[in-house]
């Protein structure tokens, strides 16, 4: 209850709030879950307290995943550096969504000098265990992207080099696969 106070209090100091909720997170005190969750769910929120809260709410590993989700498939365009959709990534796969539902948020980073929460779940290449019934959905995805490859694209580039790859080492599995689904 100390903390609290500090942190749902949006005239406190930015930095006294991200510090309470860095505490509150690494204390594991789970009671303040649902408060992280409105913070982070709250698009008048400042984006540095919403990503703290991001933080606390994966390291508590949150149930609220409903409201998480609704989140990330709103429009985010206030997240001018992809860091809110990383971390509602980085908290929902690969328990939480689809293939098919990670596939469809997927797009270029908004800013591809930022190494931040959305680059670095790309960089964790999402679909390493791809399963050969997912396979046709990501395939079709790659289809449906017709991207032509310049540095910016980089991150998207590498999963979608991943998922032809899949494809190539599953060829011999071509009776499992529906190739008409791909098509």
């Known amino acids: ?22 505490i509150a997170a690494y204390c594991n005190i ?3 879950a ?13 984006l540095l307290i919403r990503n703290e809260a991001g933080y606390a709410l994966n390291k ?6 409903s409201e998480i989700k609704t989140l990330l498939f709103s429009d985010l365009t206030e997240d001018v550096a992809d860091e809110i959709k990383g971390i509602c990534l980085t908290i929902l ?3 939480h969504l689809t293939v098919a539902e990670l596939l469809n948020v997927l797009t270029t980073p ?18 390493k265990e791809l399963s050969l019934r997912d396979l046709p959905i ?5 289809i449906s992207k017709n991207l032509k490859r ?27 696969i529906d190739r008409k689904s791909v098509v």
């Not at 609290?4 to 909720?21: C, F, G, M, Q, T």
């Not at 508590?60 to 995943?65: A, G, H, V």
């Not at 929460?117 to 964790?124: A, D, E, I, P, V």
Request: aromatic content about 12%; glycine content about 4%.
């Open 34 to 46: 649902q408060d992280f969750l409105e913070i982070f769910i709250d698009k008048t929120e400042d």
């Open 60 to 65: 508590l590993n949150t149930t609220n995943i």
């Open 150 to 176: 310049n540095y910016e694209q980089d991150d998207i580039n590498d999963i979608i080099d991943f998922i032809m790859y899949s494809g190539w080492q599953n060829l011999e599995h071509d009776d499992d």
């Open 110 to 127: 908004k800013k591809h000098n930022l190494l931040g929460n959305y680059r670095g779940f790309l960089y964790t290449n999402p679909l």
């Open 1 to 22: 209850d100390q903390l609290r106070p500090h942190i749902l209090d949006a005239s406190k100091n930015i930095w006294v709030r991200r510090e309470a909720i860095s």
């Open 93 to 95: 796969w690969p328990k």
């Open 138 to 142: 990501a395939l079709k995805w790659v």
């Open 30 to 32: 789970e009671e303040l």
